[in-house]
């Protein structure tokens, strides 16, 4: 397709064709693969996933971490040395934190899900497959989103809600008579 990376009309059709192929593949069962920074508001890779999901596809994410934007900005640097393309400080920095955001948002639609961090050695961080988490290791790595264990964070939010509403009782409770069935 060709291009120049420093002009953002070229970035663009580059994405645009890039998302066509995708939903072609998808809509002809081809198997693929995306990588993507996760930056934006997600939403292109909830709808890519939504649209998988109905065409009965599964969905691993593999997700590569680093401690901060500092470092993502040297290994770009040190990409572009290699002669590998480069990209502005400040998209570097906005998609890092964007990226962190949408972690979460990804990883709940994912079927699969697989963390790792890049800052010093790629290391396994989390692993999940079908809501059984088989490994998480998340606290030693604060930089990434913590929010990834879902189970964990509804769990707070019912537990809160539950404080704020002592009213409000849980199905099944022998005090509540409305909650029980008439014969």
């Given at each position: 397709m ?23 593949a ?5 198997s ?15 709808n ?35 002669g ?21 948002l ?35 790595f ?7 264990t ?24 022998p005090?509540?008579k ?5 014969y």
């Amino acid at each position: 397709m060709g291009g120049d990376w420093h002009k953002d009309s070229d970035n663009l059709k580059a994405m645009k064709e890039e998302i066509k192929q995708l939903h072609y593949a998808l809509d002809h069962q081809q198997s693929i693969h995306v990588e993507t920074t996760l930056a934006g508001r997600g939403k292109a890779q909830l709808n890519l996933i939504d649209k998988a999901h109905k065409n009965g596809f599964e969905v691993t994410l593999l997700y590569v971490a680093l401690r901060d934007e500092n470092l993502a900005i040297q290994r770009v640097n040190e990409r572009v040395q290699k002669g590998g393309h480069g990209v502005p400080v400040a998209t570097i920095k906005k998609r890092y934190q964007q990226s962190k955001h949408n972690l979460p948002l990804v990883a709940f639609k994912s079927d699969r899900v697989m963390i790792y961090d890049n800052s010093e050695k790629f290391t396994p961080v989390y692993a999940r497959d079908k809501g059984q988490i088989f490994k998480n290791d998340l606290r030693h790595f604060p930089w990434i989103n913590q929010n990834i264990t879902y189970p964990e964070k509804v769990q707070k939010q019912l537990q809160n809600f539950a404080d704020q509403n002592p009213e409000v009782k849980p199905k099944n409770d022998p005090e509540n008579k409305n909650d029980r069935p008439s014969y």
